[in-house]
């Protein structure tokens, strides 16, 4: 039976109380009625055309026929989609738009909190966890996601981390068929949500083979975990890999330069030293870095017991993994490693040393014996983030938009239209639109002109002499051309790359298709065996736990 007199203890109330207001604190500007003015603020038009593909019946979407001036633009074959698809939920119950952003970030801070309070009360005590909490809800690398770059998916792969912890540390500790099933499905989330920090945690999660205590059985466990999850998030995974050298990415801003301004130095990170920024900078925070030196004195002078000295190990290498890729120290690995460079920001590193120096801080209270103590220490750490830091819980100002649209000079919600396709040298006109399908054949006449599935499906009647015919679509992967229900051979043509092909003379029943290329559907089939796999590993695991039951096993005899 669930003790209502030890989760309902005045202690207890006290610790939810004191967490709830720093919750309703730093969430307060959510009140406005306008949204925060950030540079990422595009999360709104994101999450429209998310809601105009699901309801034209595209599944898993990967194209928005809405952007990139009217040519579409394949945004979520490449962008982790899962934050517009959670987005297009609440807009279905009939949410506006901007609330729902608003209650995306919401349920971020709430989840995040959440998250750290269950991870570290499973190896400390409440105390503990309630400060671990508060430390999230105040840190300034999460408010400086929210309230300065807009990052939504970002802040959502932020809030999952301690939740990975948990389930991979448990997995590590308990292997079984659902600690599996649960840590891959989060780690699959992750990448969904934002796959830069699903790719950055891969490396701290894989600490946890490195340090004690060692199994066969756990590292065959965890080492499963990871490819689960890889499986799961592979219908957008794969594609966004493989077809990434048709789009302009590599050589955009974001892979060749972006990151290198953008180091971040152990003291700027704690707020100790000043950098020149037009905006604020983001840190992990002093109370945070004071909270992980304590933990590493604590360790050193053996203070832990077994369990959180293993703890401690994966926590503490995951801190110090994380800020020496955000340093200055490892630009030479940025400069030689491609890959690295599509983090793009060095500084988004931070979010998994915040995440693993609460836990660490978390370790260091659940130390001290006295409440007292812990409850000052609590108070040190917390102090920092809501005094001389306090400027990063709030953004700068809001605006009130009727209708939020991408300005960009394509409007494709990208800074640099780095997923345009690399044959599109210029993008179409935002204004004056050209025809949707036009002939260069003058004697050529096009008829019943329609266009079906939010754009993915044009279909027409060409008539006349025959010759080159352009649709008003970047040519991409996918768009497959049909004359007479055989498939024709298409080309990018002009400064645009729009979809071109040959007609011959007659009459002609065309139909332009876009379809799923075999990575596509590869990658389909991959998540969905992921699916299926989960299921039966929790459904084994019950079953499982079903027969061990003594009471069961009563009444099957009886």
């Known amino acids: 039976m669930w003790n209502l007199k030890k989760h309902f203890s005045v202690k207890n109330i006290i610790l939810w109380v004191i967490v ?29 055309v998310m ?10 979407v990967r194209y928005a026929q809405e952007l990139g001036n009217g040519g579409g633009y394949f945004i979520f074959n490449f962008y982790p989609p899962l934050t517009y698809y959670v987005g297009f939920i609440f807009l279905q119950i009939g949410i506006p738009l901007v609330k729902t952003i608003k209650i995306l970030f919401l349920l971020g801070f709430l989840f995040g909190a959440l998250g750290f309070y269950f991870f570290t009360k499973k190896y400390t005590d409440k105390i503990s966890a309630s400060v671990s909490s508060i430390l999230f809800l105040t840190s300034s690398y999460l408010a400086f996601d929210v309230y300065f770059r807009g990052a939504l998916p970002e802040m959502l792969a932020f809030a999952m981390l301690p939740w990975l912890f948990l389930s991979f540390f448990k997995t590590k500790l308990k292997p079984s068929l659902s600690n599996l099933a649960i840590s891959g499905s989060l780690y699959g989330l992750t990448m969904l949500f934002h796959t830069t920090i699903g790719v950055g945690i891969f490396p701290v999660l894989f600490l946890l083979f490195i340090f004690p205590p060692y199994s066969k059985k756990s590292f065959l466990y965890l080492f499963s975990s990871l490819i689960l999850g890889l499986c799961l998030c592979s219908f957008y995974l794969l594609p966004s890999v493989i077809e990434q050298s048709f789009t302009m990415y590599k050589n955009s801003y974001f892979v060749t330069t972006a990151y290198v301004g953008n180091f971040i130095n152990p003291l700027q990170a704690a707020g100790i030293m000043k950098i020149s920024r037009s905006i604020e900078t983001p840190l992990v925070g002093l109370g945070i870095y004071i909270g992980t030196c304590f933990s590493l004195f604590f360790f050193v002078t053996k203070k832990y017991t077994k369990l959180k000295n293993n703890l401690f190990l994966f926590l503490f290498g995951g801190f110090v993994l994380s800020t020496l890729l955000a340093w200055d120290i490892a630009k030479p690995l940025w400069a030689n490693i491609t890959y690295l460079r599509y983090f793009q920001f060095p500084y988004r590193f931070l979010a998994i040393s915040t995440a693993c120096g609460i836990g660490l801080t978390a370790l260091v209270i659940s130390v001290l014996r006295n409440i007292k103590l812990k409850i000052l220490f609590g108070i040190i ?3 920092p983030a809501i005094t001389f830091q306090y400027s990063y819980l709030r953004p700068v100002n809001f605006e009130y938009v009727s209708k939020y649209t991408a300005d960009d000079g394509c409007s494709t919600t990208t800074w640099t239209q780095e997923y345009l396709p690399i044959l599109t040298k210029e993008c179409l006109p935002k204004k004056n639109r050209i025809p949707l399908v036009k002939t260069e054949n003058s004697k050529e006449q096009l008829y019943k002109i329609k266009e079906l599935n939010n754009g993915r499906n044009i279909n027409f009647i060409a008539e006349g002499a025959g010759g080159k015919i352009t649709v008003s679509r970047y040519f991409f992967p996918g768009w497959e051309i049909f004359v007479d229900n055989k498939l024709a051979k298409s080309f990018p043509s002009g400064k645009n790359g729009l979809i071109t092909f040959y007609v011959p003379k007659g009459r002609h029943n065309i139909s332009v298709l876009l379809s799923n290329t075999l990575v596509r559907k590869f990658g389909n089939y991959i998540s969905l065996f992921g699916i299926i796999v989960v299921i039966i590993l929790i459904s084994v695991n019950n079953v499982k736990n079903l027969l061990r039951n003594k009471k069961f096993k009563k009444s099957l005899k009886n």
């Open 51 to 60: 809601r105009l593909e699901l309801l034209s019946f595209q599944f898993p």
């Open 20 to 48: 709830l207001f720093f919750f309703i604190f730093v969430t307060l500007p959510f009140k406005h009625g306008g949204l925060f003015r950030t540079t990422d603020d595009i999360q709104v038009v994101r999450t429209d």
């Open 381 to 383: 750490v917390i102090l």
